[in-house]
């Protein structure tokens, strides 16, 4: 069984940075695409990152680029997400998944961690 605990999240005034973890279990973390999402309160949950299993890709929302970087530790079974420059408009409950056995329409999830920028 798959699972993907995250951390990392809190409370942190604009301008401040972050940095979520996501470490996986269950199955070989290194074959499998792994993304961070996200959902503000009344909002449907919005895609922010991606990164290939290898980490030689990575995409972005535009509203994070510039901002967020994305990356992953193989050996650890883990991926990031850095966040600088937050902005009040990036409070949400993030959210990492990982693609499923046929690809992101069946994706795996974490519980979710929450990060709040006050203004």
């Known amino acids: 069984q798959v699972q993907l605990v995250e951390s990392g999240g809190g409370l942190v005034q604009a301008g401040g940075s972050l940095r979520l973890s996501c470490v996986a279990s269950?199955?070989?973390?290194?074959?499998?695409?792994m993304g961070w999402f996200r959902q503000a309160p009344g909002k449907e949950r919005e895609f922010v990152a991606s990164?290939?299993?290898?980490?030689?890709?990575?995409r972005y929302a535009e509203s994070v680029k510039g901002r967020f970087t994305i990356s992953r530790d193989n050996a650890e079974k883990t991926v990031y997400l850095q966040m600088y420059s937050l902005k009040p408009e990036d409070t949400a409950v993030y959210y990492c998944a990982t693609e499923g056995a046929t690809g992101w329409g069946d994706a795996y999830w974490g519980q979710g961690t929450q990060v709040t920028v006050s203004s």
């Open positions: 990164i290939t299993w290898s980490g030689g890709y990575t």
């Open positions: 269950g199955r070989i973390f290194s074959n499998y695409a």
